[in-house]
């Protein structure tokens, strides 16, 4: 991934200190912590090295910038010791001039976490010159050595052989160291100069061991903390989660209902408009009815009123014969026998 413009990678408070996930054993973040302690000592005059312990790692290789990745631990060379006199919260590269740690060191655990697949993968395409990996209990689980250095050539990593390893660009070996320390004998991780001898572990008093490893443990509790907290975010939001289903089906249900509703009552509107157009055209019809009913009463009245009018003049003329009639009589003549008009 090609990042031209550092205006779009993330700042120093943006970024979180490192992944929150717990360390499956003590040995992940006490062994790494005796490789510095013993750095402490040999490059005590030393201001241009960086040597960090389950820190993230920001870098520019992988599809987001935002993403570290966290090694057990990692050294870098030609930079500042304290980052313009303060601490670092986290190693990003672009603030470190491109300065690429020179050896990364992953702890393999009960859980394997890719070390030998995308991480490897990933330090190759970062540029890290040295990638060592520290396997004492799963290297057979895993098809490995329990210690494991590889170096980049050409692109690529190349299984270093021997132990310890020498790394000259470093001036420093690295490699496995049985001892006793703080009362304990067992294996251990340290350096070794390039005659392959060891420069030992730090020495510590009992009172600094026992500081170390209470900080050891409070660093497993919080961070066990952590994993609980983390936890118990995943259940709430597992419950939202599934409250926001459960809301969502009701809202759908709501939805499904309304949109019923509304199917109903678009047939029930459809239904009262063709109950009113059908009401409509009975009451066209009986306007029709009605007006023809109307037409026919007029025409019966003028027919009554004729007929009236013929009965009127029939009885006219019937008593204008009658009168003639009567005339007639009293003239002497029969009106019933009245002689043939004369032409």
Do not use: C
Not at 45 to 50: C, H, L, P, V
Not at 60 to 84: H, I, M, N, Q
Not at 186 to 214: D, H, I, K, M
Request: no cysteine; hydrophobic share 30%; charged share 35%.
């Amino acid at each position: 991934m090609l990042i031209t413009d550092l205006r779009s990678l993330p700042g120093a408070d943006e970024r979180p200190d490192s992944d929150d996930t717990p360390v499956d054993n003590e040995d992940q973040n006490f062994l790494p912590n005796l490789l510095l302690a013993t750095l402490y000592r040999l490059w005590q005059e030393r201001q241009d090295w960086f040597f960090a312990v389950d820190m993230a790692l920001y870098h520019t290789s992988g599809a987001d910038p935002k993403v570290p990745v966290v090694p057990d631990a990692f050294l870098s060379l030609g930079v500042e010791r304290r980052k313009e006199g303060k601490s670092r919260r986290s190693y990003a590269i672009w603030e470190e001039n491109g300065v690429v740690p020179s050896l990364v060191l992953e702890m393999v655990s009960h859980t394997a976490r890719g070390e030998y697949g995308h991480k490897l993968e990933l330090y190759q395409k970062m540029g890290v010159l040295y990638y060592a990996v520290y396997n004492p209990e799963f290297y057979l689980r895993d098809q490995h050595d329990p210690f494991e250095v590889y170096k980049l050539e050409n692109g690529a990593y190349v299984r270093q052989a021997g132990e310890p390893v020498w790394l000259p660009e470093i001036g420093l070996g690295i490699g496995r160291l049985t001892e006793t320390f703080g009362g304990i004998e067992r294996e251990w991780l340290a350096w070794f100069n390039e005659a392959g001898e060891t420069y030992g572990l730090p020495e510590v008093s009992r009172q600094e061991l026992q500081r170390e490893r209470l900080r050891a443990e409070l660093t497993q509790q919080a961070l066990e903390d952590q994993r609980r907290r983390a936890e118990q975010e995943k259940l709430r939001a597992e419950e939202q989660r599934r409250r926001a289903e459960q809301e969502q089906r009701r809202a759908e249900e709501q939805r499904r209902r309304a949109e019923q509703e509304q199917r109903r009552a678009e047939e029930q509107r459809r239904r009262a408009e063709q109950e009113q157009r059908r009401a409509e055209e009975q009451r066209r019809r009986a306007e029709q009815e009605q007006l023809k009913s109307e037409q026919e009463r007029q025409r019966a009245d003028l027919l009554q009123q004729e007929l009236e009018a013929e009965q009127r003049r029939a009885q006219a003329a019937l008593e204008e014969n009658q009168q003639l009639a009567e005339y007639l009589r009293s003239l002497g003549l029969d009106p019933n026998n009245l002689p043939p008009a004369q032409n």
